[in-house]
């Protein structure tokens, strides 16, 4: 029999549409950048781990990949990440923008999560600093009407940008999970390994000024890394990778003028994984064009999108 004091874990799903907060949301929770951001659809390719860690629980935050109707063979493998992330988890979290109307998109998750009947069920409303107090009392009506079959355990209003309720949500989360162990080291904030962090870093700086369809043609992967011979007080890396994208028209894009607009790129990615790593850094990257890699099945397991 479980006392109030017991120490408690698991893992929770932060699911969601395309831009709704997600990695906002797993950043603020977990106190530090561990999921890049964009204004950007779809950001966000892997079931990507954030670690809470408080005195009395544990949370290990999966953000997935935003839910939508899927035009490529990406696409496609990005849901079924989802659907993977919702079957093993203790509590389900979903976003719904506190400044949009849901429609068919937020109601089939909604159907989805009530399919794990198991999982405990918070509905967060994201994005609260967008919209009156009165308008807000009206969403979330809306969506607590949205619960079929099952009744969220939670609904709570929040704003990760500028932090309101991210506390309560954490307690609240906390409050949901079983007793169980540590599953991760107090220190650790994320199980994503350093040349993962470092891939996304890059793609993000990319995505800064992407316009378009080009975003989605983004993906970036490591040559090489070797640590130099300590010096100075810091570690030294020397990091080459590699930026794919699908046309020759979208690398002109990324090069710009003279390579000013990848001489950027690299600038500010690298001064975001330098702090992350806290050690100095040589990064060189390169473009290739690897055509239509999004449908190429073959293309995406080298790209690490394998299927499961």
Known sequence: MSTENEFRSGFVA??????????????????????????????????????????????????????????????????????ESLDSVDVIIICLPADEESGAGDQYIIDEIAKHPRSKKIALVTKTDLISKANLATRLASIMAMAKGFTWDEIVPVSAATHEQIDLLKKLIGQQLKPGPEFYPTNMRS??????????LIREAALRDARQELPHSIVVTIDEM???????????????????????SQRAILLGH?????????????????????AR??????????????????MLDKLGFAEN
């Open 14 to 83: 932060i699911v969601g549409r395309p831009n709704t907060g997600k990695s906002t949301l797993v950043n603020a929770l977990v106190g530090s950048k561990v999921v890049i951001t964009s204004p950007h659809p779809n950001t966000t390719r892997h079931a990507i781990r954030g670690i809470v860690n408080e005195p009395d629980f544990q949370a290990i935050l999966v953000d997935t990949p935003g839910v939508h109707k899927p035009k490529t063979l990406l696409g496609k493998r990005l849901n079924a990440v989802v659907e």
């Open 191 to 200: 199980d994503q390994s350093i040349e993962q962090l470092i891939c996304e």
């Open 226 to 248: 070797s640590e130099r011979e300590k010096t100075g007080s810091r570690p030294f890396f020397d990091i080459h990778a590699t930026v794919h994208v699908e046309r020759d």
């Open 258 to 278: 003279q390579g000013s607009q990848l001489k950027d790129i690299g600038m500010r990615a690298r001064a975001d994984i330098e702090r992350e790593l806290e």
């Open 281 to 298: 850094i040589f990064l060189g990257l390169h473009i290739k064009v690897s055509k239509e890699w999004q449908r190429d099945s073959k």
